[in-house]
């Protein structure tokens, strides 16, 4: 038995090593033969991809949390880019973006953001929209680049306080990631059939796009590790940052009681409970928020209830831009 287990570790290995080069080689086929749409711009010697659709002012500029490239977009952009210019972007070492070797924390997300929209021609009216850990990003943004902001929207944004109380639990999921690695730069996910997965609606146009899906790039994993090392980092630095004067702020919060319902233990309740405030909190950024609790929604509330968000986004900057009066309601929590 020993003799035959010693036999087999040479033929295992011969067989990861060629799902890893697989992998990896259908990762630069794909990228080669399917180019996303928008561009590719160096910012700092790296290449950086910004997709913007659309026309009009505010420009909507779309950052999305943790792991996600601008695909995690695809039931919002189309719509909102009816109304106004809308650009999502791929942060380093995510899609179509060169990966760097620098600390992935807000100040330097913030500034190669600036860099990327300098590149692009994009000064502003600008409205930033981000999902999760991005609220810590634009944030950082708002502080270090405040000329031509017109207004922000937090979709189920963190909070710095959040992060910093949560620190087990982000420990723990970084602990999780030591086996996300090697799997998936083995290919594995690749072979499970996690790859080339087809478009949400309204992105059917840019389905080759997603034939060379970002989550089988083979750099992907460390990228994913880098940001959330850089997670109390980011939460220190925006952590003085604010209040925003009379921004206008729209706050997209998931559903508690869903959320509540699918979680286990105490200590996900608890973590339920500390989300929920820090939702509450973003309001004292601005004397202009209002906030909207999200029925039937998780955490992705640009995917399960993407008509929520176009539509009151769209109001939003309609309201910015003067086409309709501003909301009587400043300071409120609703449901919807």
């Not at 992998?23 to 997709?51: C, E, I, Q, T």
């Not at 779309?62 to 791929?90: F, H």
């Not at 973003?282 to 039937?296: D, E, F, M, Q, Y």
């Not at 831009?321 to 400043?330: E, I």
């Amino acid at each position: 038995m020993g003799r035959f287990f010693l036999r087999l570790i040479p033929l295992v290995v011969l067989v990861l090593a060629c799902t890893a080069a697989y992998n990896r080689w259908a990762f630069l086929h794909y990228r080669s033969v399917y180019p996303p749409p928008g561009k590719v711009y160096a910012v700092d010697g790296f290449g950086m991809h910004l997709f913007c659709t659309g026309s009009g002012i505010p420009a909507v500029i779309l950052e999305s949390g943790l792991g996600d490239d601008a695909r995690i977009w695809g039931e919002v952009q189309p719509e909102l880019s009816k109304l106004t210019r809308v650009c999502s972007y791929d942060r380093a070492g995510l899609g179509w973006s060169d990966p760097r070797p620098d600390l992935r924390d807000s100040n330097s997300i913030a500034d190669q953001l600036h860099h990327l929209l300098a590149a692009a021609g994009i000064s502003g009216p600008i409205v930033l929209m981000g999902h999760s850990i991005a609220g810590l990003h634009m944030r950082a943004y708002l502080s270090k680049y405040p000329p031509g902001m017109a207004g922000v929207v937090f979709v189920d944004a963190a909070t710095p306080d959040y992060i910093l109380r949560i620190r087990e639990g982000y420990e723990r999921f970084m602990r999780q990631l030591v086996w996300i690695k090697p799997l998936m730069a083995l290919g594995l996910g690749r072979l499970a059939g996690r790859c080339g997965s087809n478009p949400p609606p309204g992105m059917e146009a840019y389905a080759r796009w997603y034939r060379a899906d970002n989550y089988c790039n083979p750099a992907y994993p460390t990228t994913w590790v880098h940001e959330v090392e850089g997670f109390e980092a980011s939460a220190r630095e925006v952590m003085p940052t604010g209040p925003f004067l009379d921004l206008p702020i729209l706050i997209f919060s998931r559903d508690p009681e869903l959320v509540s319902s699918g979680s286990s233990g105490a200590a996900n309740a608890q973590d339920t409970r500390i989300w929920c405030d820090s939702q509450e909190d973003l309001k004292k950024l601005s004397s202009r928020p209002r906030r909207i609790i999200v029925r039937r929604s998780t955490h992705y509330i640009q995917i399960d209830r993407a008509d929520l968000l176009n539509r009151e986004v769209s109001l939003f900057i309609r309201q910015i831009r003067g086409d309709v009066p501003p909301p009587s309601d400043y300071g409120s929590t609703k449901t919807e």
